[in-house]
């Protein structure tokens, strides 16, 4: 998998009040290329934070400006894309979250496992929780697996207290089948990538089942199916190799996994109802 730079894969699962929570990524880095549109899957969340810079988030309905001491969270199924600033570009901190098992409707965990999508700005405590997980995941300490399972509890809890400030009480959500250790991950990770080749039977493979049960979690997590999911990925990768990459529409089409210029011009208008040279120059415009 192609990950960024500065990103680190820990894989630590702790339970508080008897909720699972697996905290698989800590990240810490500068944003210069636009991260295409994708979402993540059922009970996973990202949180983010903007440390210096700024761009804009963009949702598929609605678009916001980024700078410093943003925090915005995106939880399961949410269309986002970010786009920095190519003066001043996006310095990032984020964890990711997968949430499961929940067992009381009105904890700590489960008020921040209820809003699939949150924007505003972050407090010193939140900004100094960050700060501490990335500092503690470059150590090699005998209790770093504890630090980062405590500083994650803190780091639910402040962002808990911002979504329900007056105590009040969230929209319960429904139960969700869990996926063994960190399958979902993987999943989640999938279609954050470039995956114009990739084939059912290769994350199949990756998981350890066959294509049919492949094909039923996709649908169990995504509500899609991997066709529908790989093209959505196409598609948003080409709209970023034409928005910031000085590339033919041939070689975009070759990037995004396409056999011809025509068949990619075709796919193309058909999710965004013009032709990919029209899209490059309506984003010159803007």
């Known amino acids: 998998m192609n990950l960024p730079k500065g990103c680190e894969i820990v894989d630590i699962t702790f339970y508080y009040n008897k909720n699972k929570i697996q905290l698989f990524k800590i990240f810490s880095g500068t944003l210069s290329e636009i991260v295409p549109m994708h979402s993540h899957t059922k009970n996973s969340y990202e949180v983010h934070l903007i440390d210096y810079g700024s761009g804009v988030l963009e949702t598929d309905s609605e678009r916001y400006s980024l700078s410093k001491n943003t925090l915005f969270i995106t939880g399961p199924n949410l269309l986002h894309k970010q786009i920095p600033d190519k003066t001043s570009p996006m310095h990032e ?43 503690e995941k470059e150590k090699s300490s005998h209790w770093q697996e504890d630090i980062l399972s405590s500083l994650s509890i803190r780091l639910i809890s402040e962002i808990a207290r911002l979504y329900f400030p007056d105590n009040t009480h969230p929209k319960k959500e429904t139960a969700a089948t869990d996926l063994n250790e960190s399958r979902s991950w993987i999943l989640d990770q999938l279609f954050s990538d470039d995956c114009s080749n990739v084939t059912l039977n290769d994350f199949s493979v990756q998981i350890g089942v066959s294509q049919r049960q492949a094909e039923r979690i996709i649908k169990d997590y995504y509500g899609s199916s991997f066709k529908k999911l790989r093209y959505e990925s196409k598609m948003a990768l080409a709209a970023t190799l034409l928005e910031e990459k000085n590339i033919t529409v041939e070689e975009c089409a070759v990037k995004c996994g396409y056999s011809s210029a025509s068949a990619f011009i075709s796919a193309f208008k058909k999710k965004y109802k013009i032709t990919p040279k029209q899209y490059r120059e309506q984003m010159i415009k803007k």
């Open 93 to 135: 901190l984020c964890v990711y979250f997968r949430i499961s098992d929940l067992k009381k409707e009105n904890d700590i965990v489960s008020r921040f496992a209820s809003q699939s999508f949150w924007i505003g700005k972050s407090n010193a405590e939140i900004r100094h929780l960050f700060k501490q997980m990335v500092e």
